[in-house]
């Protein structure tokens, strides 16, 4: 077989997702890999596969004893032999596996970091008097010292490749800057790597930050929203998670803790609960990892902010991991800082205390900042793109601009007076006015003190969060930073710049979850609770047995017979003949009641149309989604009933629609009134070096949307108008 034939057979996949092919030549023609690819978007395939189609064992270090069960579980429901070493594993089982992994009977062996050290030179050995078809090295962010999540035990691995020298050797992780990157290469001395980056956007989810008042009562609403749905709350103590578990639970929610100073066996318990979707809330710390593969959580709400960037990504990649709508809720209170600041200095480690430091802060600007959170989280990692995305709080929500150029130049020049020297807690309880013994006899006579004891603390901490965000200001390196002046605060100063920033308007709702895909919701739960029978029967989680993407096209298109599920993404040959006739008779049965026919000719056109039905001149390429998107337009669908009927959100559609302006075959009146088009191309105009919508839109005003401004935008460019 080849890659593609294994895909189908074992995961039931018709295609490979970006970069996941180009993984697997490299490391079956025997050479390095790097890969960092955001949470859910197929790591693991990318060493299964060579696993699959080689010869000898593939070794995967893993962290998480948790998701090593999780992801040999799932191999060996799609009919791979696999298995894990681990801390749960008695000697005499441990035993059997390594002769298992001698005679060539397994093709993954999941271990943890730590079966490398002096102690596990044993397991070197034994590996040394076996055939090794390659090394994973899983969350490989975890062996450098610039990385989130660093852990000492990783470093051994460095050795491997001196000791394994022809073995190859691929690097996975999801959530990595440059400089981490860098380390983790040179760390674990990859040879000439091939090096695969793949975006880290995650369309499905929606970013959402909310200033942290009333967060509890906050929580219930969601939570009530999304009633039945799987959802991660992260705390920041070990004592919120058992308080908020239990007051949960008193408001009739089925939740549970999770954190590290729980016994290791009802630890194990509650885990399992949550992934078999026994209890659908689990409330856990942020300092320590969950390591679950569940496809169907929908929401991660964290209660505080985390530590850095990274860990924020990771942590709410684990919603939608199935890539169906899901959300990452941030209830953020600026107090967090000084609590993650002593988490973040390592005793005796001044530089990487600095790194730490700088990376909460860092955090702490993306919560503070008034541009798309997308956006924000991308160009972190390094990565170019737009400043709307239309599916985050600040993109879903309408802001005003407020002129506080004199409440920065009382910022600035307090800053000034007291030479540079201190930060921004000890700056505004001198412009407050403060008695603090920490306000000194001198700075009580400069003339800034007190100018500012009109505000309260919180607004002014919010104006500095500003000031700095804007460029005005920056934090010095140091573990305790203080606040310089930068080279753009100069003007404000002499009163020859004003200083204007974006506010919301009020306070905004929890931008609504996008709609899921149109499908029968009565067979979707019909089919959820024959997997949850078959799921509880073989003491598997209920996705190993199908996901809910698998479910919910059954759910679309009605499959009646064994070779439609040859169409069912998620059906691979394994699971077409342990589960293809008990899901089966659950569909034909629900048709029959109700005279439903099989929609399998439409999954068939989908799947296999090479072009859609019109021209198209999409600067992308041909595209069929966009091309349904125009079909149903052209019959007289609005823009909001096709981005109901579609599952998508309406700006999602415009995107669709826009491709179509530019190739002239809708003309741009036929989205936007035609008064306004003339005023918006004449603002176009005068702004022709940019390339921020958002600053369009907050010269033309609140009676232009961004739709609009893109599709004029679109048609000028396309010289259609």
Not at 179 to 199: G, H, W, Y
Not at 708 to 715: T, Y
């Amino acid at each position: 077989m080849n890659a593609l034939q294994v895909l189908k057979q074992y995961f039931g996949y018709e295609q490979f997702r970006k970069h996941q092919k180009e993984v697997i030549e490299n490391i079956l023609k025997g050479r390095d890999v790097f890969v960092l690819m955001p949470t859910g978007g197929g790591k693991s395939m990318c060493y299964q596969i060579p696993a699959i189609l080689s010869e000898g064992v593939m070794i995967v270090v893993s962290p998480l004893i948790a998701l090593m069960k999780d992801q040999v579980d799932a191999l060996r429901a799609n009919g791979i032999p696999a298995e894990f070493l681990n801390s749960t594993v008695n000697p005499e089982e441990q035993q059997l596996i390594l002769q298992k992994a001698a005679k060539g009977e397994i093709k993954l062996l999941y271990v943890a970091p730590e079966r490398f050290n002096v102690r596990g030179s044993n397991f070197l050995e034994f590996l040394k008097s076996i055939k090794i078809s390659g090394f994973a090295v899983d969350e490989a962010h975890c062996i450098s010292h610039w990385g989130h999540d660093f852990r000492p035990d990783y470093l051994e691995l460095s050795r491997l490749k001196s000791i394994f020298p022809n073995v190859p050797m691929v690097a996975l992780t999801a959530s990595a800057d440059q400089e981490t990157r860098t380390d983790i290469v040179d760390k674990l001395k990859l040879a000439a790597p091939a090096i695969f980056v793949s975006s880290f956007d995650r369309p499905n989810i929606t970013y959402d930050v909310r200033n942290s008042i009333n967060p509890f009562d906050a929580l219930l609403d969601i939570l009530n929203e999304h009633e039945g749905d799987s959802g991660i709350i992260y705390t920041l103590k070990r004592n919120d998670t058992e308080s908020l578990a239990e007051e949960l639970s008193k408001a009739g929610f089925n939740a549970i803790p999770y954190h590290a100073g729980l016994d290791p066996i009802t630890r194990a318990r509650h885990q399992e609960m949550f992934l078999k979707d026994k209890v659908n809330i689990v409330v856990a710390t942020i300092a320590f990892g969950m390591g679950i593969d569940k496809p169907n959580v929908r929401l991660v709400i964290h209660m505080n902010m985390p530590k850095n960037i990274e860990s924020y990504y990771q942590e709410t990649g684990r919603a939608g991991r199935d890539g169906l709508p899901s959300r990452a809720i941030l209830f953020y209170n600026r107090a967090d800082i000084n609590t993650l600041s002593y988490f973040a200095r390592i005793e005796g480690n001044e530089r990487q205390s600095e790194i730490m430091m700088n990376k909460l802060y860092q955090m702490a600007d993306f919560c503070q900042a008034s541009t798309c959170r997308r956006a924000y989280l991308l160009e972190y990692f390094g990565e170019k793109t737009g400043d709307y995305c239309g599916n985050c709080d600040v993109c879903l929500n309408e802001f005003e601009k407020e002129d506080i150029t004199i409440i920065a130049q009382k910022a600035l020049s307090a800053v000034y007076r007291l030479n540079e020297q201190f930060g921004s807690g000890m700056v505004v309880d001198f412009l407050r006015e403060s008695k603090s013994k920490r306000i000194q006899p001198w700075m009580r006579n400069l003339k800034t003190y007190g100018v500012g004891k009109d505000l309260s603390k919180e607004a002014w901490m919010t104006y500095m969060d500003h000031l700095i965000s804007k460029g005005y200001l920056e934090r010095s390196g140091d573990a305790m930073p203080v606040l310089k002046l930068t080279q753009k605060a100069h003007p404000v100063l002499k009163g020859k710049e004003r200083v204007i920033i974006r506010v919301q308007k009020q306070e905004a709702p929890v931008p609504q979850l996008r709609k899921e895909a149109d499908y029968d919701k009565q067979l979707m739960n019909l089919l959820r609770e024959q997997r949850k029978l078959l799921a509880d029967r073989e003491n598997v989680s209920a996705y190993i047995i199908l996901n809910d993407t698998t479910l919910i096209e059954m759910s679309t298109y009605y499959p009646q017979k064994m070779d439609d599920l040859d169409q069912i993404t998620g059906f691979g040959k394994m699971k077409k003949a342990r589960y293809g006739n008990v899901f089966l008779e659950v569909v034909i049965d629900y048709c029959k009641k109700r005279g439903i026919a099989s929609q399998m000719h439409k999954k068939r056109y989908s799947a296999k149309s090479s072009k859609p039905k019109v021209k198209t001149k999409n600067r992308n390429g041909k595209n069929l989604t966009a091309a349904f998107s125009y079909e149903m337009f052209r019959k007289g669908k609005t823009i909001s009933e096709i981005a109901s009927l579609r599952g998508l959100q309406t700006t999602t559609i415009v995107g669709h629609l826009v491709d179509f302006v530019e190739s002239g075959e809708i003309k741009p009146d036929e989205l936007v009134n035609n008064q306004k088009i003339p005023i918006i191309k004449n603002v176009l105009n005068e702004h022709p070096s940019t390339t921020l919508l958002r600053e369009i839109k907050d010269a033309l005003g609140e009676n232009y949307s961004y739709d609009e401004i893109r599709v004029v935008k679109a048609a000028l460019e396309s010289n259609k108008i």
